[in-house]
């Protein structure tokens, strides 16, 4: 069983529909992440958890909407996206939130916005 | 403001060949922590070292040698003898004692052929 795992693996969407991105971590993670990653750009921090609890929202359009309803699961809940916003999304976790702890990625989800 | 360099986007080897990707970085801060991680095809970051900026000893893990140099604010990671599983995206990455995120660098593609 994999410590980090992310569901759907693909997603394809249209720009009115409504989905929502799953990560579940068996790791027992207090911090959880979900990070963006867009071709040719450097991986974008979007939100952090800490005992479910939202602890950073780095300017995160509110058509991405974060929901944790406790420390091993996170949701990412889309509407209305944009064709920009097709990307890699990628959640992580870690022991706590201070920043030199080490992430553990789950594989991501590959959303492509139509 | 923490930046992370890695100037390298592509690099191209023949298996067995030994390969060096650089990293350079910024910060105000005396304390800070530097991460190496490998993004393998599919698609999960994994991660390979964390250092401390007052630990500038080089470690070494198999094939795998990190060079810590706080004169040149670099932080370079060698693959001795590489091999095909070793085709990857690497990224380097900053955090600083008092900084809320983790900053990723660029991302280089490393491509061994055999």
């Known amino acids: 069983e994999t410590g980090v795992t992310q569901t759907p693996r693909h997603l394809v969407m249209g720009m009115t529909n409504k989905k929502s991105l799953k990560c579940e971590q068996h790791?027992?993670?207090?911090?959880m992440y979900w990070y963006k990653q867009s071709a040719k750009k450097p991986l974008e921090l979007m939100f952090v958890?800490?005992?479910?609890?939202?602890?950073e929202n780095n300017s995160v359009p509110s058509r991405f909407s974060p929901e944790c309803p406790n420390s091993s699961h996170l949701f990412l809940h889309l509407h209305t996206l944009q064709p920009e916003d097709s990307a890699l999304y990628l959640c992580?976790?870690?022991?706590?939130?201070?920043?030199?702890?080490?992430?553990?990625f789950g594989s991501g989800t590959q959303l492509s916005v139509l | 403001a923490q930046k992370v360099t890695q100037a390298q986007t592509e690099i191209s080897v023949v298996e067995k060949e030994d390969v060096t990707l650089d990293c350079v970085y910024e910060?105000?801060?005396?304390?800070?922590?530097l991460f190496w991680y490998k993004q393998p095809p599919s698609g999960e970051l994994v991660f390979l070292i964390r250092?401390?900026?007052?630990?500038?000893q080089n470690e070494i893990s198999g094939r795998y040698s990190w060079n810590f140099q706080k004169s040149t604010s670099s932080f370079n990671f060698t693959i001795t003898a590489s091999q095909v599983v070793d085709s990857a995206v690497y990224f380097c990455?900053?955090?600083?004692?008092?900084?809320?995120?983790?900053?990723f660098g660029a991302g280089t593609i490393l491509r061994v052929k055999s």
């Open positions: 992580a976790s870690s022991q706590g939130p201070a920043t030199n702890e080490k992430l553990f």
């Open positions: 790791l027992g993670h207090n911090a």
């Open positions: 958890y800490n005992f479910k609890e939202q602890t």
């Open positions: 910060t105000r801060d005396t304390t800070y922590y």
């Open positions: 250092r401390n900026s007052f630990d500038e």
């Open positions: 990455a900053l955090s600083e004692e008092y900084g809320n995120k983790l900053v």
